[in-house]
Each structure stands twice: as structure tokens, then as C-alpha cells.
């Protein structure tokens, strides 16, 4: 747990860094704005000196910004993590009679379809919740074929 000490301590003195370098953060932000249509590299220099503003101020309060590698390797993981729940639970409802999915995945996959059938997902009468939830599982209807639940809504295993 000190890992998450130090994070949430590191986390904490990030306002104060952006406070520190204000002008810069304003020569950035203003850059931002002036343009019409953001283009990629277009305040790539006023980024530049707002994150070296940062960097310096960070190591002079004996702290660090987090590393853009670090977090990488953090998002592969836990997609390799997702890929692997998704396979065990699909192996699981394939070959044990209690599902491991629960029916309000069901449901919520369900809501997703009737977005990208540009439908309200509260067409699906048992559908309670914030219709972002739909919006974002809504990669589950073209991933993958195990995601289209639509001849599984009369399974016995799930009712309503």
C-alpha cells in the first residue's frame, strides 16, 4: 500500500505544479484555442515548454510526473487482462450450467445494440440506467460474435 500512498501524494501536488507554470500553461492554452481546427503538432511548442515547466517544477518539490511508458504498459496489461476475462467467461457459460455472466451484462449489451440501431436502449423494457452505459459497451456489438447476445435473449438462463 505504500505504492498507493506515494501516488495519491504525488497526485496531490499536481495543482500546484500547473499553478507554478501558469504562463506557460496560458501560452498554451491560448494556442489551443487561436486555432480553428486543432492539427496534430500544431502548439508542439508551447506544449514543449509547458511540460519542461513542469518537469522542472516537479524536481524541485522532489516528485515526478507519471511516465507516459509506465502507463502504456499499464493499458496493455490490463487489455490483455480484459481479453483473457472475456475468453474464461464465454468458456464458463459454454460448459457450466450457473453463468459467470451476470444477466445485467446481458442487459446492458442488450441497450448497447439499440443505440447502434440509433433506438432509445430504454426500448429494452428491464434497461434502468444512464444510456452512456449503452453508448459505451457498444463495442460489444461489433467485436465480436460472442457479444451478439440477440438469439440468447430467449435463453432459459436469463429471463426478461
Same mark, same amino acid.
Given at each position: 500500500m505504500e505504492a498507493v500512498k506515494s501516488a495519491k501524494d504525488r497526485f496531490r501536488k499536481y495543482p500546484l505544479l500547473v499553478a507554478q507554470c501558469q504562463e506557460t500553461a496560458k501560452q498554451y492554452a491560448a494556442c489551443v484555442l487561436e486555432k480553428k481546427t486543432l492539427r496534430k503538432n500544431d502548439c508542439e511548442a *508551447?506544449? +514543449?515548454? /509547458?511540460? +519542461?515547466?513542469?518537469?522542472?517544477? @516537479? @524536481?524541485?518539490? =522532489? %516528485?515526478? #510526473?507519471?511516465?507516459?511508458?509506465?502507463?502504456?504498459?499499464?493499458?496493455?496489461? !490490463? /487489455?490483455? #487482462?480484459? &481479453?483473457?476475462? &472475456?475468453?474464461? @467467461? =464465454?468458456?464458463? $457459460?459454454?460448459? /457450466?450450467?450457473?453463468?459467470?455472466? $451476470? &444477466? $445485467?451484462?446481458?442487459?446492458?449489451?442488450? @441497450? !448497447?445494440?439499440? &443505440?447502434? *440501431?440509433? %433506438?432509445?436502449?430504454? =426500448?429494452?423494457?428491464?434497461?434502468r440506467y444512464t444510456p452512456l452505459l449503452a453508448f459505451v459497451l457498444t463495442p460489444n456489438i461489433y467485436l465480436h460474435k460472442d457479444f451478439d447476445i440477440a438469439n440468447e435473449t430467449n435463453d432459459s438462463r436469463y429471463p426478461g
Open positions: *508551447e506544449f +514543449a515548454r /509547458f511540460k +519542461a515547466c513542469l518537469v522542472k517544477v @516537479a @524536481a524541485s518539490k =522532489n %516528485t515526478r #510526473l507519471m511516465d507516459l511508458s509506465s502507463f502504456k504498459k499499464h493499458c496493455v496489461f !490490463a /487489455f490483455f #487482462l480484459r &481479453i483473457g476475462l &472475456i475468453t474464461y @467467461a =464465454n468458456l464458463h $457459460d459454454t460448459y /457450466f450450467s450457473v453463468p459467470y455472466t $451476470d &444477466i $445485467d451484462y446481458k442487459v446492458f449489451t442488450d @441497450a !448497447a445494440r439499440h &443505440i447502434t *440501431e440509433n %433506438t432509445s436502449p430504454f =426500448n429494452r423494457h428491464t434497461y
